[in-house]
């Protein structure tokens, strides 16, 4: 499975940004799809998860609230619908697709990863 992120850039302390991660094969389904994150200096983190059906999300807390993730089976394609953005958002973020249930997971988790879109957020 080949995953394109885009929709990355750089905003206000306060904006919206959505980003958009579309899969290659008609499998994305039976994948768990995930959003991670590595700001610089820092290791890669878990941001939200999201199960096969889109009925169970999982979320770090420090974006809980503020960051929604979604997906279109029939269009491939998750999204994370980042609001009330902060600096410490600042990141590259990566989508990923893993055969492990929803949860909190690991980068060991992951089956397949996405090449990362930048998200700046100025103070």
């Known amino acids: 499975v080949q995953l394109q992120a885009s929709g990355g850039g750089l905003v206000q302390a306060g904006d919206s940004l959505r980003l958009s991660c579309a899969a290659s094969?008609?499998?994305?389904?039976?994948?768990?799809m995930a959003w991670f994150r590595q700001a610089p200096g820092k290791e890669r983190e878990f941001v939200s998860a999201i199960n096969l059906s889109g009925r169970s999300t999982y979320y770090t807390v420090s974006v809980k609230g503020r960051f929604t993730i979604s997906r279109d089976n029939a269009k491939t394609t998750v999204y994370l619908q980042m609001n009330s953005l902060k600096p410490e958002d600042t990141a590259v973020y990566y989508c990923?697709?893993?055969?492990?249930?929803?949860?909190?997971?690991?980068?060991?988790?992951?089956?397949?990863w996405g090449k990362g879109t930048q998200v700046t957020v100025s103070s």
């Open positions: 990923a697709a893993s055969s492990k249930g929803v949860s909190v997971l690991k980068e060991y988790d992951i089956d397949y």
């Open positions: 094969e008609g499998t994305f389904a039976y994948y768990t």
